[in-house]
């Protein structure tokens, strides 16, 4: 097998690895777990985002044991105290219904289980919090993930290929720059604005996480294309900036994203 092959096969893993990594990490993966109470296996999965109209539906499996529970929230960190929602058994699973929020809305909720005189709180001890957004079509979302992966898997190419004295990374750079400026500054505010109704919410507009780590990306890149017309093999630049973006990447999406104050109606970040 050619080297160019292996080495885009090592980039493709290496790409894969680190998107299954953040899809499974951050504020926007469910809370998973178990617990058993008088002798009755209860699993959940609790959701932390909602997208659409509708209210955001809450259940968990209690098979066929003869369980309560009832569903608590309140708006995430206000001074409000807790709606009690009695959840309904549903075939084998007892269902629950968060009121639907404006884009950026969060609820925090906890759910108590009840069984043969027993208690138990899901997840427990702490509350799990869910933001709302807006529907956003596949047309936005699809083309933003699509060369978001690209460009990652091209920064890995081109950081692998600067392993070697000999590389030749200015067209690699080139590509990187290209899919990283389509997906994240292009498709990445369309994405944005159809969830929270804002293009941009980064630097010098915000703190969202997510925003400033695309114009990193740019601007690393960016730096590494600069350095090629000064230097034919500036490997070491583009070493760099492929560790940056990799590191970069791995931070949970969503982290510091939009919120809204509840007391103001502003949707913040950070």
């Keep these: 097998m050619k080297k160019n092959t292996i080495l885009w096969i090592l980039a493709l893993v290496i790409t894969l690895a680190a998107g299954v990594y953040q899809t499974r990490t951050g504020p926007t993966y469910p809370v998973d777990g178990s617990v058993d109470i008088g002798g009755a ?23 066929t044991a003869p369980v309560g529970g009832t569903l608590h929230y ?3 960190k206000a001074d409000e105290p807790f709606t009690d929602q009695p ?3 549903v075939g084998d699973s007892l269902k629950g219904y968060l009121p639907h929020q404006p884009p950026a809305g969060k609820l925090e909720y906890f759910i108590t289980v009840t069984h043969d005189g027993a208690r138990e709180f899901v997840p427990g001890p702490k509350t799990t919090v869910i933001r709302f957004r807006g529907d956003v079509p596949a047309a936005a979302l699809v083309p933003h993930i699509f060369f978001i992966f690209l460009g990652m898997l091209w920064s890995n190419r081109a950081g692998l290929e600067a392993l070697s004295a000999t590389a030749k ?5 080139v590509w990187t720059i290209i899919l990283m400026f389509v997906g994240g500054l292009i498709f990445g505010p369309l994405v944005q604005e159809y969830a929270f109704g804002s293009y941009w919410t980064g630097v010098p507009f915000g703190y969202d996480l997510t925003d400033n780590k695309t114009l ?13 017309r000064v ?7 583009v070493l760099a900036a492929a560790i940056i973006t990799l590191v970069m990447y791995l931070i949970p999406h969503s982290m510091l994203g939009s919120t809204l104050d509840h007391a103001t109606g502003e949707i913040t970040s950070g």
């Design 169 to 173: 990374t200015k067209s690699l750079t």
């Design 41 to 63: 296996a209860v699993t959940y999965s609790l959701p932390r985002t909602h997208g659409g109209d509708g209210n955001a539906v809450i259940a968990i499996a209690v098979g």
């Design 231 to 237: 230097h034919p093999r500036p490997r070491y630049i």
């Design 216 to 228: 990193l990306f740019i601007v690393v890149w960016a730096v590494a294309l600069w350095r090629h």
């Design 87 to 89: 959840m309904q058994l």
């Design 74 to 76: 309140r708006h995430h």
